[in-house]
């Protein structure tokens, strides 16, 4: 069985056909509202467009909502580690690259020059 190659690229998504051409295919690029990964058990109440919705959602699932309310269920939750772990890297990233500048500009906000400023 052949698979179908799908190249993910910054104008959108582009398959491959059967005779290896390039074909669009539709996306809803802005489909995606909100992403939150749940630590803890937890009781999720959303209201959206007189719709309220109540899910549980247990440590380590990912909560979705998307933007568009005519999605017969605005709000998702996924169990999948990828996403959690995917997730993980990136804050952890992002927290190194806070403290990365916090070290670099402390002298910024305590009215001291850096020696290399002179």
């Known amino acids: 069985m052949n698979k179908k190659t799908l190249f993910f690229t910054t104008r959108g998504l582009i398959e491959l056909n059967e005779n290896n051409e390039p074909v669009g295919k539709n996306t809803d690029r802005e489909a ?54 995917n997730l993980e890297a990136y804050e952890a990233e992002q927290q190194r690259a806070k403290e990365e500048w916090a070290a670099k500009h402390a002298n910024d906000c305590s009215g001291e020059k850096d020696e290399a400023e002179y």
């Open 32 to 85: 995606i509202s909100n992403v939150v990964r749940i630590t803890e058990p937890t009781h999720i109440v959303y209201n959206k467009n007189d719709k309220r919705i109540e899910l549980d959602a247990e440590a380590g699932d990912m909560v979705i909502t998307f933007y568009d309310s005519s999605y017969p269920n605005p709000m998702i939750i996924v169990h999948s580690l990828e996403w959690v772990e």
